[in-house]
């Protein structure tokens, strides 16, 4: 059976996939790109993006893919649709499976993957996603300027959501389901004295309703072991901040990951510990989460595979 074999493999879409796909195509490196399960990743289910560089009036999350997407075709690099099923990177050349059916080989290898945000699983979170749900405040709280928000969580991030979104929005709601805040002290102090932010300890969020976007959330407050009360609270939008699920499960075998399963890499460079595989965007970012830094980090792992390329002369 002939093996496809290819000097870079780019696994996953969305800007840092995208990007890195530029700079490789570009390095006359010919990248194969495969897209994953949701092709242009998470920007693909967001409507108004604003503050990508270079689109002063905004642009939408799926057009700014589109714009990545032909550019990196542009420059040479196959996209092609489909999804990394089965990896080895225990030598080189790596090989990996292609949907369960096509195997592939790769002298380097760029896992862009991105992480899934957590949600708590209600239907409404999908009914009104784009219309007042979202799991990124500084990706859309600007969209909130005046307007009143709840953020589900108890965390550090959920209590950097809130300040965030307590600078722009007219009152936010922290809705936490223990009685008390996981976060750091320093970050639960400046929490809980913030004139713009109001616990709501042993709350949990059990629906969302509106007609043309998020009124309002039901709530269930918990009032002792037994007794519970339940009550809606008119909101304008919905944050979730319990957490990132990084896409690395399939590397782990063979890549360090952190505790939650973010990849860990060298030193402010986008390698990891096996030689020519490298990791860029989400799925080594537990912090910024931006498309702009993703884009970056794609940007560097390409420039990391030309290099290792050159240097085993393997161009």
Partial sequence: MNIEHVKCLIIGSGPAGYTAAIYSGRANIAPVLYEGLEPGGQLTTTTEVENFPGYPEGVTGPQLMEDLRKQAERFGAEIRRGLITHADLSKAPYTFRVDNEKDITADTVIISTGATAK?????DEKKYAGLGVSACATCDGFFYRKKVVAVVGG???????????????SKVYLLVRKPYLRASKIMQERTLNHP?????FEHNAV????????EGVHLVKRLGEADEERY??????FFLAIGHKPNS???KEWIKTDEVGYIMTEGKSPRTQVPGVFAAGDVADPHYRQAVTAAGSGCQAAIEAERFLSEKGLL
Avoid at 119 to 123: F, I, N, Q, S, V
Avoid at 207 to 214: A, H, P, S, Y
Avoid at 232 to 237: E, Q, T, V
């Fill in 119 to 123: 949600y708590l699983g209600l239907e």
């Fill in 155 to 169: 965390g550090d991030t959920a209590c950097e959501e809130a300040i965030y979104l307590a600078g722009l929005a």
């Fill in 196 to 200: 713009n932010i109001t616990v709501l």
């Fill in 207 to 214: 629906g969302l309703f509106g007609t043309d976007g998020v």
């Fill in 232 to 237: 809606d609270l008119p909101i304008d939008g």
């Fill in 249 to 251: 499960d399939l590397f």
